[in-house]
């Protein structure tokens, strides 16, 4: 119903920017009215982990390492959700992944993108 679909991850020094993207295709409806918006990453031997979300429109969130260097954002005019990053360091090394929620009245069932590599590294 819904697909998920990241890009721009890559190989970037410390210090540097990189800004994913997850474009959301399907049901425009189903789109519009998800609750909340969030992008996890998984480094290799970890847990996944929740890095940004913003729900209800507005409302973010923050990994506590990510904020004041990392921003979630969405352009409704293209169905796309974006994580600016900045000030990127080694420890951000993982696979980045778009997750959506469905209110409840929708399923309440997660959507997930199928990832973006970043690696930061001299």
């Known amino acids: 119903q819904v697909q998920l679909v990241e890009s721009g991850g890559g190989l970037v020094q410390p210090g540097g920017s990189l800004r994913l993207s997850c474009a959301a295709s399907g049901s425009i409806v189903s789109i519009y009215r998800m609750d909340c918006w969030g992008w996890y990453r998984q480094a290799p031997g970890k847990q996944r982990e929740l890095v940004a979300s913003?729900?209800?429109?507005?409302?973010?969130n923050y990994l506590g390492s990510a904020k004041g260097r990392f921003t979630i954002s969405r352009d409704n005019g293209k169905n796309t959700v974006y994580l600016q990053m900045n000030n990127l360091e080694p420890s951000d090394t993982a696979a980045y992944y778009c997750?959506?929620?469905?209110?409840?009245?929708?399923?309440?069932?997660?959507?997930w993108g199928q990832g973006t590599q970043v690696t930061v590294s001299s």
């Open positions: 913003l729900c209800g429109g507005s409302i973010t």
């Open positions: 997750n959506a929620v469905a209110p409840a009245s929708f399923g309440g069932r997660a959507y």
